[in-house]
């Protein structure tokens, strides 16, 4: 089969890379793809939300399936578009993709599910938000409704954090149409915890625990990124807790979405926060995460082109989904000033000192005449897969000192706490 995925970062870097090694995979192209994915793959310099583009040109190749990996075109309606022409497509439709493209909407959803989430209001009039958060005090979450880029969530610690939050969102529009609404929620306290499953329709088929990093500094201080960095699987995190969260919140989703009308085929994406009270929903994303992908594909012991064709037709259930043993870790090398502005066009030196188990996806990256370069905010995530938490922690960072660009910015502790709980349960 030749196929397509659609996306430029790490996400569809890993996707990529999994899938070629399917035996069923004849040829791999990547619109847009990166300076990685030119390495494996056929890069096609399409954007991903040139639906007419993209359709003609899987229909001029003849592609067999199409994968999408960001966000951006499945909120736009691409497999409502592909599906419509008969172009074999993985991914929700535009309807089920709203649970990522609107908190309020997702919120709505869980609380007529039943679905355990925190607290909230949603508005759209500056004012009523103030006035809201002053009732409420602080810490308190100001979420921008739509697309941000990962970026659209600040956790308050003071009512005056709180309010400028507001401010940028609503009145200075710094999320443009994102901040149209925003959204308020209580501050969960607790462990963050990325759960990631299969599903088409009713049928569930949840993937390892993988744990992010956010914050763009040790000891998750700093402002929000997208990820820097993730580990899986989440060995604090017992069978009996990842079976919970999937009966009572993945699957009632998956169900209450199908018998509303918007059932969801692809990748539904749970973001968790283990509470006192048990796990409770963050968010809900409906695709792969990046770094999580990173992380999850290496353990992915079934084929994944396999997967994502059952999922298709809606025959995921007679799938045996199966992950290796052993861990794996990523490390994100981001360019300098990220998440801020930062510059472009550095050379990156090392990229061939890869170690042992370890694989450096590209994210924002592309080729040059002098080699590859950066060209994103987050720039590499470098992998390893080791028989637990340690080796594969160390291949991974080894692999990080021996790369190098101008300025590069990393955190030194992704996983170290999850690998303390691993050597103290021994």
Same mark, same amino acid.
């Given at each position: 089969?030749?196929?397509?995925?659609?996306?430029?970062? #790490?996400?569809?870097?890993?996707?990529?890379?999994? !899938?070629?090694?399917?035996?069923?995979?004849?040829?791999?192209?990547?619109?847009?793809?990166?300076? %990685? *994915?030119?390495?494996?793959?056929?890069? /096609?310099?399409?954007?991903?939300?040139?639906?007419?583009?993209?359709?003609?040109? /899987?229909?001029?190749?003849?592609?067999?399936?199409?994968?999408?990996?960001?966000?951006?075109?499945?909120?736009?309606?691409? /497999?409502?578009?592909? =599906?419509?022409?008969?172009?074999?497509? &993985?991914?929700?439709?535009?309807?089920?993709?709203?649970?990522?493209?609107?908190?309020?909407?997702?919120?709505?959803?869980?609380?007529?599910?039943?679905?355990?989430?925190?607290? +909230?209001?949603?508005?759209?009039? +500056?004012?009523?938000?103030?006035?809201?958060?002053?009732?409420?005090?602080?810490?308190?979450?100001?979420?921008?409704?739509?697309?941000?880029?990962?970026?659209?969530?600040?956790?308050?610690?003071?009512?005056?954090?709180?309010?400028?939050?507001?401010?940028?969102?609503?009145?200075?529009?710094?999320?443009?149409?994102?901040?149209?609404?925003? $959204? $308020? =929620?209580?501050?969960?306290?607790?462990?963050?915890?990325?759960?990631?499953?299969?599903?088409?329709?009713?049928?569930?088929?949840? @993937?390892?625990?993988?744990?992010?990093?956010?914050?763009?500094?040790?000891?998750?201080?700093?402002?929000?990124?997208?990820?820097?960095?993730?580990?899986?699987?989440?060995?604090?995190?017992?069978?009996? !807790?990842?079976?919970?969260?999937?009966? *009572?919140?993945?699957?009632? @989703?998956?169900?209450?979405?199908?018998?509303?009308?918007?059932? &969801?085929?692809?990748?539904? +994406?749970?973001?968790?926060?283990?509470?006192?009270?048990?796990?409770?929903?963050?968010?809900?994303?409906?695709?792969? #995460?990046?770094?999580?992908?990173?992380?999850? !594909?290496?353990?992915?012991?079934?084929?994944?082109?396999?997967?994502?064709?059952?999922?298709?037709? %809606?025959?995921?259930?007679?799938?045996? $989904?199966?992950?290796?043993?052993?861990?794996?870790?990523?490390?994100? @090398?981001?360019?300098?000033?990220?998440?801020?502005?930062?510059?472009? #066009?550095?050379?990156?030196?090392?990229?061939?000192?890869?170690?042992?188990?370890?694989?450096?996806?590209?994210?924002?990256?592309?080729?040059?005449?002098?080699?590859?370069?950066?060209?994103?905010?987050?720039?590499?995530?470098?992998?390893?897969?080791?028989?637990?938490?340690?080796?594969?922690?160390?291949?991974? +960072?080894?692999?990080?000192?021996?790369?190098?660009?101008? #300025?590069?910015?990393?955190?030194?502790?992704?996983?170290?706490?999850? @690998?303390?709980?691993?050597?103290?349960?021994?």
């Amino acid at each position: 089969m030749n196929v397509l995925v659609i996306g430029s970062g #790490g996400r569809e870097h890993t996707i990529a890379w999994k !899938l070629l090694q399917s035996p069923q995979v004849k040829k791999v192209y990547c619109a847009p793809g990166n300076g %990685g *994915t030119a390495q494996i793959a056929q890069n /096609v310099p399409i954007g991903v939300n040139d639906f007419a583009a993209l359709a003609q040109f /899987v229909k001029d190749e003849g592609i067999d399936l199409t994968v999408v990996g960001p966000e951006d075109p499945l909120l736009g309606g691409i /497999v409502d578009f592909f =599906e419509e022409r008969n172009l074999p497509i &993985f991914g929700p439709n535009g309807r089920a993709a709203m649970i990522e493209g609107s908190k309020s909407f997702a919120k709505r959803l869980m609380m007529r599910y039943n679905i355990p989430t925190s607290a +909230y209001e949603s508005f759209i009039d +500056y004012e009523s938000a103030i006035a809201y958060v002053r009732e409420q005090g602080a810490p308190i979450v100001i979420k921008a409704d739509g697309l941000a880029a990962g970026k659209g969530v600040v956790v308050a610690e003071t009512l005056e954090e709180a309010e400028e939050a507001l401010r940028q969102i609503m009145e200075e529009s710094i999320f443009g149409e994102a901040g149209t609404r925003v $959204v $308020v =929620e209580e501050c969960m306290f607790g462990e963050e915890l990325s759960l990631l499953s299969f599903v088409d329709g009713e049928t569930v088929k949840p @993937m390892i625990t993988s744990q992010d990093h956010k914050r763009i500094f040790n000891d998750d201080r700093g402002p929000n990124t997208g990820g820097m960095g993730t580990y899986a699987p989440v060995p604090q995190m017992s069978e009996e !807790l990842v079976a919970q969260i999937v009966e *009572t919140i993945v699957k009632p @989703m998956a169900k209450g979405m199908a018998q509303d009308g918007i059932p &969801f085929k692809g990748i539904l +994406y749970t973001g968790l926060m283990i509470t006192e009270q048990g796990p409770k929903v963050v968010e809900f994303n409906a695709r792969f #995460g990046d770094p999580e992908t990173q992380v999850i !594909l290496p353990l992915l012991e079934t084929d994944l082109l396999e997967i994502v064709v059952a999922t298709i037709k %809606g025959e995921l259930d007679a799938v045996d $989904v199966k992950w290796k043993k052993g861990s794996a870790v990523c490390v994100v @090398m981001a360019a300098p000033g990220y998440p801020g502005d930062y510059p472009k #066009g550095q050379l990156i030196e090392g990229l061939n000192r890869t170690g042992e188990n370890v694989t450096v996806f590209h994210a924002g990256t592309k080729a040059a005449e002098e080699g590859i370069v950066t060209s994103g905010g987050r720039v590499l995530g470098v992998t390893a897969t080791g028989d637990d938490l340690e080796k594969a922690r160390a291949a991974a +960072y080894e692999t990080v000192q021996a790369i190098s660009f101008e #300025g590069a910015q990393y955190r030194t502790d992704i996983a170290a706490k999850a @690998m303390r709980h691993q050597n103290n349960s021994r």
